[in-house]
């Protein structure tokens, strides 16, 4: 049984390609640029270079793959859970392993404490400025929140994720805008490939 309560009525966004770029194809008749994508062309590469240079491309694309590959997969067992209120199975794959233990951090350290969830991979837009996909919306300890899942090849340090808070910022003022509501608070649920949660 799923754990979501539709207490409002989500709309899918089409994703559309404008003069080779990707964007999303609003209900109002426009096409904007995604939270993600404007976020990666503003923010400081100068460490992500660094350490590109310092371990050599190769290697770079071979961990950010890997990293990519965990990530989604430690996401599709959390939003299945969330969807049908049953916890997945991992598989035999090493990888799917690990997600799964990542997820089952998550699953334990913050889902606990959400109260409602209103959606699931909940596709927001801020009419003629961005779109995104957040994790959920929902309530967590009693506050109206947006909550995003991510997961990290070791702890983070506050000052290297400021992009989550303002992913989160940007997801909130959407959802404010479209449904109404007053959302103030959002939570990243984090968890490294050693298991720590953050």
Not at 76 to 104: F, I, R, T
Not at 154 to 183: F, S
Request: aromatic share 10%; charged share 25%; hydrophobic share 30%.
């Amino acid at each position: 049984m799923t754990l979501i309560k539709n207490k409002y009525d989500y709309k899918e966004i089409k994703k559309a390609s404008v003069e080779g770029r990707r964007l999303y194809a609003c209900p109002d008749g426009n096409s904007v640029a995604s939270v993600t994508t404007i976020l990666d062309a503003t923010k400081d590469k100068t460490h992500l270079i660094a350490w590109r240079k310092r371990v050599g491309e190769t290697k770079a694309k071979e961990i950010t793959t890997e990293a990519a590959g965990v990530g989604t997969r430690m996401h599709k067992y959390l939003e299945d859970y969330v969807e049908s209120g049953e916890w997945p199975n991992a598989g035999s794959n090493p990888y799917a392993q690990q997600a799964h233990k990542m997820a089952e951090q998550v699953k334990e350290q913050a889902l606990t404490n959400i109260d409602e969830i209103w959606g699931s991979e909940v596709q927001l837009y801020h009419p003629k400025i961005y779109a995104g996909t957040t994790d959920l919306v929902g309530r967590y300890n009693g506050n109206p929140c947006i909550m995003d899942f991510k997961q990290t090849n070791k702890p983070k340090k506050k000052e290297w994720v400021e992009d989550y808070y303002l992913q989160l910022t940007a997801y909130a003022l959407a959802h404010n805008e479209l449904y109404g509501t007053d959302i103030q608070e959002g939570h990243v649920f984090m968890c490294s490939r050693d298991l720590q949660y953050q």
